[in-house]
Structure formats: structure tokens, C-alpha cells
């Protein structure tokens, strides 16, 4: 059982169309964005070398080649990067379990992140959640003022996840699409594709009892999804630089 990330391989899911932000992309898939002078999943790497990741599976999809010939040009020191293509939209789970399986890597846990997506939070502490047996997995949580864009996550009084919430107005705490899964908690997972975390892994887990520990915080945090959202990158990135380079 690991106290720092040492032991954690991450993935993250790059395989976006960006469809709402197309304009903004000049050819390219939304994770390859450019902010603040580098591709958006750049900087989500650099991010996760600070915490201590030292190997990040990027699950590609759309364009992946451009993907993969960015960090064969412009590797980031401290960190290795594998690229694993999907031929076809698995969804955010199936993205992830094709990564897993393409490379074979068996590490005591999975940080699953969003390539299009930052929370700038200390990582290292989501392992202590893990220190309690009956606890398979653990969810960032954000405790935001309006859920609107984002639905909600419902726990009980231990920060166990409960359910999910529908898209509504007002206070609660939001999924920041970050995910601690124990190595195996894989085996629970539906074999069917597409797959997706949210919709499909997460509420089966729940409804077969599965411990999913939610960690709520409040951090700096940008998913450059939409237009309103992606204008606000490139000062998103320059307000917290310092956490980017620890």
C-alpha cells in the first residue's frame, strides 16, 4: 500500500473531438489545444509529474498521431508517456481498460484523468483513502456553487458515493473526472464497449455494493469543454504555473 504515488501509473483519456470548441483548434484534437504556449494535455502531464507520477498512458483517439508525435518531440523529463490508440470510441472506461490492456502494466492502483480537464490538488492524499480495505476506488470531488453544467455527487455521512445526481441549480459537489481505482477493482468492470465511467461502471459498482470513497475539495479547477470555458485557459494556466513546475 503505497503513501505516495510511486506506485500508480496514470491514464489519461485524450481521445476528444472538441466538437464545441472546434473553432479554437486549428486541426488539431481538443487535449492538443494550445494554452499558454503548450498543448492543454501538456500541461496535465506536467501537473501529474509534480505529484510524483512518473508513467502517464495517454488513451488517444481522435488524431492520436498527433498526440503521440508531440511527446516523441517534446518529452517531459520526469515522466515517461505511452500512447494508446483506440480504433474506435470506447467511451471513458473503455478508453482506459484498451490502455491497460495494451500496455500490461499491474501497478497497485489506476489515477484516471481528463486531458482536457486540470484540478490543481495534492494527489498524494487520495492514497490514504485507500488505507481502509473496504474502500475499491476514489473520486475527486468539487464543492462548487452551482451543479447546473455538471450534475452531482450524492454521499453519505462517511464520503461514500451514494449516487449520482441530475444536472441542477445550486450548491453541491461535482465529479472533477479524477479517479484512484484499486488495480483490482478491474476485474469488476463490464466487458461491453463502449464504456463509460459515469453512465455505466460507477452506478453497477454501486448497485453491487462497492466501496467508492468520495474526496471533496476545493481547488483551482478548468475543463476547457466549452467556448466560456476555454477562453479562460490560458489566465487559468499562468495563475497556477507554480504548481505546475514543483
Known amino acids: 500500500m503505497p503513501s505516495t504515488l510511486n506506485d500508480v501509473v496514470a491514464v489519461i483519456l485524450a481521445g476528444g473531438y472538441g466538437t464545441r470548441i472546434k473553432h479554437f483548434l486549428d486541426g488539431v484534437p481538443k487535449p492538443m489545444a494550445s494554452v499558454a504556449g503548450k498543448p492543454f494535455v501538456e500541461w496535465v502531464v506536467r501537473y501529474l509529474r509534480t505529484q510524483g507520477i512518473t508513467k502517464a498512458i495517454l ?3 481522435y488524431l492520436s498521431e498527433v ?3 508531440h ?12 500512447c494508446c490508440q483506440e480504433k474506435s470510441p470506447l467511451g471513458t ?6 490502455a491497460v490492456h495494451q500496455t500490461r502494466e499491474s501497478p497497485f492502483a489506476w489515477l484516471v484523468v481528463n486531458g482536457d480537464s486540470l484540478v490543481f490538488t495534492n494527489l498524494v492524499s487520495l492514497t490514504t483513502h485507500l488505507l481502509d480495505s473496504t474502500v475499491s476506488g476514489v473520486i475527486v470531488g468539487l464543492s462548487v456553487n452551482d451543479t447546473s453544467r455538471y450534475g452531482s455527487l450524492v454521499c453519505n455521512q462517511l464520503h461514500n458515493l451514494e449516487k449520482f445526481a441530475e444536472k441542477s441549480p445550486g450548491t453541491g459537489i461535482i465529479s472533477a473526472g479524477v479517479y484512484l481505482l484499486r488495480n483490482s477493482l478491474l476485474k469488476e468492470f463490464s466487458a461491453n464497449l463502449p464504456l463509460s465511467f459515469e453512465n455505466e461502471v460507477f452506478p453497477s ?13 476545493q481547488a483551482p479547477f478548468l475543463d476547457i469543454g466549452t467556448p466560456d ?5 490560458e489566465g487559468f494556466i499562468w495563475q497556477n504555473y507554480a504548481k505546475l513546475i514543483g
Do not use: W, Y
Not at 93 to 98: S, T
Not at 229 to 233: H, I, W
Open 59 to 61: 488513451s488517444t483517439g
Open 67 to 69: 498526440v503521440e508525435q
Open 71 to 82: 511527446f516523441q518531440n517534446h518529452p517531459v523529463d520526469g515522466i515517461e508517456t505511452i
Open 93 to 98: 472506461a473503455g478508453g482506459f481498460l484498451n
Open 205 to 217: 459498482l454501486l448497485a453491487r455494493d462497492v466501496c467508492l470513497r468520495v474526496h471533496t475539495v
Open 229 to 233: 470555458s476555454f477562453v479562460q485557459a
